[in-house]
């Protein structure tokens, strides 16, 4: 099938890519020229694994082209996904400017039958906006239905996801949405047997948010039992284990550490609150989650301050930037706020990450950045652990010994193993875990 996708950034170009690779001709479009004038190169502009071999082997194959125009991706795609960004307002709503503006230049070169599906997250009603925007801009009169298609990938695990994912919701208004949508996905249902769940727009649009925000508030959950196990002297990590085996509350996103961030979980659980509001419904269980993911923030600052007192003259090394493991996406990550919080409090801040220092520096150029881990780590008075890259590991209790001023590590992931850390004589910092070695008793 002929298919499009507007807005090729990491839910797009994963999808676009995906999509070629089971058989489907795909256009993809963005705005940003630049941007799509590289990916036409080959060159994927973030760090995805898998993401730029897939992509220049669809691209090789033919199945894979690009345009700058939404009226030429129209003219050709019998379906079209909606893959722009939807960002926070200040206020906390989502942002839809763009959804409208690729809606309403979608219905201006309509050239017959077209399915429009929302990709991107949008908060319950965005499918009514489309269609009455549509319907305004339908200059031709062609016939078309606009269906809710939310994703779910994981920024690091994107192409399995999209290729085998737990799930695919179709919220569509009309038979013929749900046949093409059916059709866009068959090679995946047939492969992997994942449910294809139909349900309304409406419906569809509140699965994402629901999804979203239910996972926030696990995390949320998990951190708040952190701060009852530091002070009670317990550890959190047996706890959520033990509470994770238990099937009908799983493991799963059930993990203390530095909070919720990225580009999804904030903003979505912020407009789902905002939304909820605006339909009548306050929405206080996910207020608290949100506030929760802030203190967890701010705990890391005051763990900081517990091993080293006065942050004034401190050089701290912070390891990892990206708002977690194999991804360079630094949007909301929780270590950008907890440099920026040391740096405020008068510390020198030395960060290193493996694939997010760029990413970081056009974002938060007050960091001094470092060209290795070694050098954030030589001379620090301590290091704060923010995302756990596995390849970390190098860095054992010895290895951090030999490098760093004094033995002091604030683990605000759970990377280390408390014992291996008392046995080398650190004092150790993590979340939710009895402290080890010497720190004043806090009153
Ligand atoms: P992104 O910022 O990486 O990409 C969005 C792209 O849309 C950009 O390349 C931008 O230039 C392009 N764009 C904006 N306006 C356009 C227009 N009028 N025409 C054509 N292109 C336009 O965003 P993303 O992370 O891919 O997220 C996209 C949507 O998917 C968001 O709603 C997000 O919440 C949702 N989502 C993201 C993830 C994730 O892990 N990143 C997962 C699931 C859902």
Partial sequence: MKVAIIGTGHVGLTTAACFASIGHEVVGVDSDREKLDRIIRGEVPFFEPGLTELTRTQIDSGRLTFTHSIAEATQQAEALFICVGTPARATGEANLVYVEAVAREIASSLPGYRLVAEKSTVPVETGEWVRMTMQRHNRSGAEFDVASNPEFLREGNAIHDTL???????????????????????????????????????????????????????????????????????????VTEAMGADLRIGRAFLHAGAGYGGACFPKDVDAFIHRSKELGYRFGLLEEVAKINEQTRASVVAKVRRVLW??????????????????????????????????????????????????????????????????????????????????????????????????????????????????????????????????????
């Fill in 164 to 238: 085998k994912p737990d799930r695919i919701v179709a919220g569509v208004s009309s038979e013929r949405a749900a046949r093409v949508l059916r059709e866009v996905y068959e090679p995946i249902i047939k492969e992997t047997g994942c449910p294809f769940l139909i349900t309304d727009i409406r419906t569809a649009e509140l699965i994402k948010h629901a999804s979203n925000a239910f996972l926030a508030t696990k995390i949320s959950f998990a951190n708040a039992l952190a701060a009852v196990c530091e002070r009670a002297g317990a550890d959190v990590e047996l």
């Fill in 310 to 443: 006065n942050l004034e003259h401190k050089k701290i090394a912070v390891l990892g930037l990206a708002f977690k493991p194999d991804t360079d996406d630094v949007r909301n990550a929780p270590s950008l706020d907890v440099c920026q919080r040391l740096i405020k409090g008068g510390a020198e801040v030395r960060a290193w990450d493996p694939q997010a220092i760029e990413e970081a520096k056009a974002v938060a150029p007050e960091i001094n950045y470092c060209a290795d881990a070694e050098e954030a780590l030589r001379g620090a008075d301590c290091v704060v652990l923010m995302t756990e890259w596995d390849e970390f590991r190098r860095f054992t209790p010895a290895k951090l010994k030999s490098l760093l001023a004094h033995p002091i590590v604030v683990d605000a992931r759970n990377f280390y193993d408390p014992a291996e850390m008392a046995a080398a004589g650190f004092t150790y910092v993590s979340v939710g875990r009895p402290i080890v070695g010497e720190v004043p008793s806090r009153k």
